[in-house]
């Protein structure tokens, strides 16, 4: 089996949010996710947290598309736009590099249209791929 489709069986809490996997495979990967009006924050737009969680299941799925479990060491995120009720969010992952056992990555969430649309926010994280146990 894949290693992001392994993942992302066991992953409740991206499935639970109505996160999907778009594309993933070769250090990048592709999400998405519509914002429910249980998302929205009392001043009517998407919860960052939630921003943030699309954001870094693409990073997941990027990190990990590699096939050894990979976990995030650090992740920052810059809210751009407000993303609100209904809003399509789509994240992107690229691979920025590898070092030994570490990686970084690049996401960018946009509203709407996968490829010109707005930018809501740019994350970064940070990987620590597993030492393997016997």
């Known amino acids: 089996m894949d290693p992001v ?8 809490a991206s499935r ?3 996160i999907e996997v778009v594309a993933a495979a070769n250090g990048s990967a592709t999400t998405r996710m519509t ?3 249980d998302m929205v924050n009392g001043h009517g737009i998407a919860h960052g ?5 699309v ?7 990027a ?6 479990v990979t976990v995030a060491a650090a992740a920052e995120i810059v809210f751009i736009a407000p993303a609100r009720e209904g809003d399509e969010l789509h994240a992107r992952a690229t691979e920025r590099t590898r ?7 690049d996401v960018t969430v946009r509203r709407g249209h996968p490829e ?4 809501v926010a740019e994350f970064r994280g940070t990987s620590r791929t597993r030492k393997e146990t016997t």
Do not use: E, K, Q, W
Request: a negative charge; glycine letters at 12%.
């Open 5 to 12: 489709d392994r993942m992302m069986d066991a992953d409740a």
């Open 16 to 18: 639970a949010l109505g």
């Open 35 to 37: 914002v429910r009006p």
């Open 49 to 53: 947290a939630f921003v943030f969680a």
């Open 55 to 61: 954001a870094d299941t693409a990073f997941a799925c």
């Open 63 to 68: 990190c990990n598309s590699h096939g050894p």
């Open 99 to 105: 070092f030994g056992r570490s990686g970084i990555y």
């Open 116 to 119: 010109t649309g707005d930018v």
